[in-house]
Every structure is written in structure tokens, then in C-alpha cells.
């Protein structure tokens, strides 16, 4: 078979069905069958509502493999890159280091879902169509762009297993770093989920939710024709206060929520907050077939424990109702540790054309892979699920 190589600037350019053919089955069977981060209407809306963009630093060059006949058979959401923000998985000691050496880091090419660390297909393959060639196509095309941009290096974060194994498989540089997730191990309830604790840790979770509604607070959850702009409104406030503490600059834009909304309103669950009859805080959470997806939380008031409540457990109580397999709470957390989340690796391959760099960040992969790995390992003995010899 002939396959053609081809960029798209704006998937405007690509049908969302034939996208979505590509994007929505990809992955082994133990991911999401409907990962709603990869979809055309996720990233399109990044695009369409202006967060993505060559002033934003995030250029959509995305890379698509066609038959000769002009359907697709593959494509890779991928971005031309003039920092490193909004990807959670960091190389800016890499960029200082390389600069300082002479060299130009940037631009470079990210293939990941911007702002999201969420594992998903990343090198998407239509049903049918032969996996191993079209990733080849894929991988080569991505490559051949990289040259002729003049781009430094190649990053795919928060990879499937079989885009890892594709792409390190093809010289990419394999890296590894930890994220918390809540597993259901089939609970009925939330206090199934509880009775699986140390009795230390249930009574300290139970003491949390109820500090957290203490103040008359009320939690509801609102999915699908249920939210209105009026919850985004507050929702945005939200997402600007928290946004504005902790990054300085947010990267969403109120148009995205809107369009969001009228695109993916059946997989979208609000976690509202109210006190005195106005909203005060929430949570956006993204509905898949098997996971829930936390991504964003915003307060205007402070209150105990809240954060956990609507972050949190309000999730898994969603996760259980709805017969869920997994809540992924977002980068990074601890402290989710305590709240019944387990340690779980995420990968990232990259591909750097100097090859000096290459040989720096080669070295340096491989140490960390070692320490992600052997933290992971302490955190899990650590979790507060009870052990045999406990109540």
C-alpha cells in the first residue's frame, strides 16, 4: 500500500469523523475505549476558541497518514512548540542547558493533548488499517517535519503502552514520571470503597467530609443539558482565581468552556459547591467509558477540606454510581495517597536531534526511570488500604 504523509494547520482541515475513527478505538484493552481528550471535538475546541494558536506558542502542525486515496488512516494531534509550558512533563533544565551550550532548544514539537496530562492514544490508527506501518509513517513524518522546521527535538507525553513501545522501538527516549489514580475494585458504595481502609484512615476520611460541608455548604453534581452558561460563568471564576495564584497566567479562555459545553455536554460533569445560594466552588471533571477524568477546580471561598470533597471524593462517589473503572485526579498529589489514590507511572518518549543532547538526556532518563520507579514502589506500601492482619 502507498501511503501519503501529509500536516494539517487547523483540524478544521480533517473531517471529525475520519479524526475520530482514528482517535477513539486506538489502545490495548486495558485503556479507555473513549478517551475524551483525543476526540476532534476536544481539540478542536482548544483550537477554535483561541488557546491554541502561533501567538499562544502551541502552532497545531498535526500529522496525517492517508491511503492513495486520500483517506486517513492515521493521524497524531502535534504542536509547534516556542516554550515548555502547559505540558506537565518538563524539560526546561534541558532547554537552559542546551542554550547555555550555544545551542537553539526551541521551537520543538509536542505531541501530547495541551494542558492536559492525560494518558491517551497518542499515534492514532484507523480499525483496520495496518497499526505497525501507519505508526512507522507516523513516526517518519514527524521526523521529516522536525527537519524542516528546524526544530530541536520531538516530545509524545503521557503514552499508551503500545505508542511508547512504537515510538522508543524507533529510537525515542523513554521517561517516566508518577501520577495518583483511584481504582474501583467493584464498590457497591462509597462506604464499600471506606471498608477497604485501615479504620485510621476511614475515620479521618469521614472527618473530612464532614468538616468540609460544615459551613452549609451543598455539593451538586451537573452533567449534560443540565449546565447552562450560568455555570460556567462561575465555573470561570473559579478556574481564573485558582489559575491566576498558581500559574500566573491561565491558559483556558471563557469562550472554551462555552464551546465545550455545547460540544461535550454528556461527557462533562460539574462538581458544584454552594453556600447562601451562590456557587463557591467546583470541579471539571470529563466523562469517558471506563474513567473519569478530574482536570480543573477553582474556589472563591476557602473552607476546610473542601478541596478534597469536591476534587476528590465526589469523584469516586460519581465513579461508583456510574460503575466506573478509575478516576485519574490530574499531575502530581501526594496527598491524594491518603484519599485512597494509588501511585501509577506515566511514560513520555522523546527524540532529540543533537546528538550531544541526546547523550546528556539519555544518561539522565535512565537515573530517574530508576528513582520514579522506586518511589512508586514506596508509596504503594504506604497506601491506607487495609492489610490482612487489620481490621
Known amino acids: 500500500m502507498t501511503f501519503q504523509v501529509k500536516i494539517a494547520q487547523s483540524l478544521k482541515a480533517v ?49 496525517l497518514v492517508e491511503d492513495q486515496s486520500g483517506t486517513l488512516l492515521g493521524a497524531t494531534p502535534c504542536y509547534v512548540k516556542s516554550h515548555s509550558m502547559g505540558e506537565y ?9 542546551y542554550e547555555r551550550a550555544g545551542g537553539q532548544y526551541y521551537p520543538k514539537l509536542q505531541v501530547a493533548v495541551p494542558f492536559t496530562p492525560v494518558t491517551g492514544p497518542r499515534l492514532l490508527v484507523s480499525e483496520g488499517a495496518q497499526a ?19 526544530a530541536s527535538s520531538i516530545h509524545a507525553t503521557f503514552l499508551q503502552h ?49 468538616d468540609a460541608l460544615a459551613n452549609g455548604i451543598s455539593v451538586e453534581w451537573v452533567t449534560g443539558r443540565e449546565i447552562t452558561e450560568a455555570h460556567w460563568d462561575a465555573f470561570f471564576a473559579f478556574y481564573m482565581d485558582t489559575g491566576s495564584r498558581k500559574w500566573g497566567r491561565p491558559y483556558l479562555n471563557r469562550r472554551f468552556f462555552s464551546l465545550l459545553g455545547e ?20 470541579a471539571l471533571n470529563l466523562i469517558g467509558d471506563r474513567r473519569l477524568y478530574g482536570r480543573h477546580w477553582g474556589c472563591i471561598e476557602d473552607h476546610p477540606f473542601l478541596h478534597f470533597e469536591v476534587c476528590y471524593y465526589q469523584a469516586i462517589e460519581f465513579a461508583i454510581a456510574q460503575g466506573l473503572d478509575r478516576v485519574e485526579a490530574g499531575a502530581q498529589g501526594e ?31 535512565s537515573q530517574e526511570r530508576t528513582y520514579v520507579a522506586e518511589a512508586a514502589g514506596e508509596l504503594s506500601e504506604a497506601t491506607p488500604f487495609r492489610h490482612r492482619q487489620e481490621d
Open 89 to 97: 512533563v518538563f524539560d526546561h533544565s534541558w532547554a537552559d542547558a
Open 162 to 210: 503500545d505508542d511508547l513501545a512504537s515510538l522508543t522501538g524507533h529510537g525515542f527516549l523513554h521517561r517516566d514520571d508518577q501520577q495518583f489514580h483511584w481504582f474501583n475494585d467493584g464498590y457497591g458504595s462509597f462506604d464499600d470503597f471506606l471498608a477497604a481502609l485501615a479504620s485510621r484512615k476511614r475515620k479521618a476520611i469521614r472527618r473530612e467530609r464532614r
Open 15 to 63: 473531517p471529525a469523523t475520519a479524526w475520530d475513527a482514528c482517535a477513539l478505538h486506538t489502545g490495548s484493552g486495558e485503556d479507555d475505549p473513549f478517551n475524551p481528550f483525543v476526540s476532534h471535538a476536544f481539540l478542536s475546541t482548544l483550537e477554535d476558541s483561541g488557546c491554541l494558536g502561533p501567538k499562544t506558542g502551541w502552532a497545531p502542525v498535526h500529522v
Open 335 to 365: 496527598h491524594k495517597l491518603a484519599r485512597g489514590y494509588r501511585p501509577v507511572i506515566t511514560s513520555s518518549a522523546h527524540d532529540i536531534a543533537d546528538p550531544s543532547l541526546r547523550k546528556a538526556v539519555q544518561a539522565y532518563l
Open 132 to 150: 505497525d506501518d501507519v505508526r512507522a509513517h507516523l513516526i517518519a513524518g514527524l521526523r521529516s517535519l522536525r527537519d524542516r522546521i528546524g
Open 263 to 282: 460540544r461535550m455536554a454528556d461527557r462533562i460533569l460539574l462538581v458544584m459547591a454552594m453556600r447562601e445560594g451562590r456557587y463557591i466552588a467546583g
